[in-house]
């Protein structure tokens, strides 16, 4: 299974995929969770200590080889095994998953991550899911579809919260990873609050789309935040821990 995270900012895209990689390994899947966002975060959702942040280098262009294909365009392909690249680029992070960061913003000036988002595109495309998990954690920009790093995945989830600008970025995500040809399209209502618990709902339904999971705001991971832990160690029985295991149900179900 390939999955990946999209929405609006500050959304949950991080604290979703990140809990939902820590519950797929928990339950015996074999997991690669690619941070995808230039200012990288998943590691502490997964609960890798600050020390651990730096290691783990970035899916550069120098990772692929590229060549004409017969109508004028280009092929890349990977400059060498994946084996080779996940074991020197990943970090071990808990529950056994193997970490990838697509890479840093260090340096200003330093020039768009267009063959960053590229090698992501060709990792994620040959990686053999027949036994692995691979979960993939997006910035809030849709550069992720627009330079098409997310082709390959089999399923895009959409992180949404009830308010208009939130469900609006959802709608035009949606229709990019759409047009992009990904098979499985879902909406993940997130810090669902009593009494908005239908707006997500209602919005999906008005514009067709799936409604996979509603989250609920779950305290535990603001908590968990201020310690700069993983939800999934903090409050493994949480609500909203629980309500990301439902997630994970319906995506292996
Ligand atoms: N279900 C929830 N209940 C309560 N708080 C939540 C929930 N989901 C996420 N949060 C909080 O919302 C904030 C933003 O979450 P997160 O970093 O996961 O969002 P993001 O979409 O990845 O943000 P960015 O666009 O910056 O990458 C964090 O403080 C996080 O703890
Ligand atoms: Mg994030």
Redesign the pocket.
Known sequence: MKVAFA?K????????SGTTARVLADEGFDVIAIDG?A?P?LGT?LGLPRESFDSGSPLTRDLLRVNGDNRGGSVSTLAKPLEEIISEHSILAPGGITLLTMGRAEQAGSGCMCSNHAAVRVIIREIDDSDKAVVL?M??SPEHMTRASTEHVEHMLL?AEAYFKSLETARRYHRLATDLGIPNVSVVA??VQPGDDNVVAEYCKAHGFDLIAS?????K??E??RLGAAPFDVAPESP?VLAIRGLVKELTG
Do not use: L, M, Q, R
């Open positions: 929405g900012g500050g959304s949950g895209k991080t604290t979703v966002d200012n975060n959702t954690d910035e809030a992180v997130n810090k989250i609920p705001n779950e305290p991971f603001a968990a935040e909203g």
